[in-house]
C-alpha cells in the first residue's frame, strides 16, 4: 500500500483518518460533536479533523462536525444546517445549541 502526500492510502483512509472518521460515524442523530473534541481524542489539532472531514465526506455523516461556537461546515452551502435541522438537532439562528447538542462520545 503507498501513502500519498495528505497521509491517505490508494487503498482508504490511513489509520489515522480512520480513528477520527470512527468516532463521527458513532455521532448519533439530533447530535453533534466540534472539530476540537474530536481531535482532542484522537491527539490532533482540529485542522486535521478539517482534512478529515474534506476528504471522506463521502464515507460518514460529516454534517455532525461543527465549529465550537455551533457554526455547521461551511462547505456544501447550507445543506449542514439543513440535514442537522431534518434530524432534529437543536439549533438557534442558524448555529447548533452545543450545549443541548453535543455528544461526548
Same mark, same amino acid.
Given at each position: 500500500?503507498?501513502?500519498?502526500?495528505?497521509?491517505?492510502?490508494?487503498?482508504?483512509?490511513?489509520?489515522?483518518?480512520?480513528?477520527a472518521l470512527d468516532i463521527i460515524d458513532r455521532i448519533p442523530s439530533g447530535r453533534v460533536m466540534t472539530y476540537g473534541a474530536i481531535a482532542s481524542l484522537v491527539h490532533a489539532h482540529p485542522r486535521h479533523i478539517g482534512r478529515v472531514m474534506t476528504q471522506w465526506a463521502d464515507e460518514t455523516h460529516w454534517h455532525r462536525v461543527v465549529y @465550537? !461556537?455551533?457554526?455547521?461546515?461551511?462547505?456544501?452551502?447550507? &445543506?449542514? @444546517? !439543513?440535514?442537522?435541522r431534518e434530524e432534529g438537532t437543536p439549533m &438557534?439562528?442558524?448555529?447548533?445549541?452545543?450545549?443541548?447538542?453535543r455528544w461526548d462520545g
Open positions: 500500500m503507498s501513502e500519498l502526500s495528505n497521509g491517505t492510502s490508494e487503498e482508504g483512509p490511513s489509520s489515522f483518518d480512520r480513528r @465550537a !461556537d455551533g457554526t455547521p461546515a461551511r462547505c456544501h452551502g447550507n &445543506s449542514a @444546517a !439543513d440535514l442537522l &438557534s439562528g442558524g448555529r447548533v445549541d452545543v450545549r443541548r447538542a
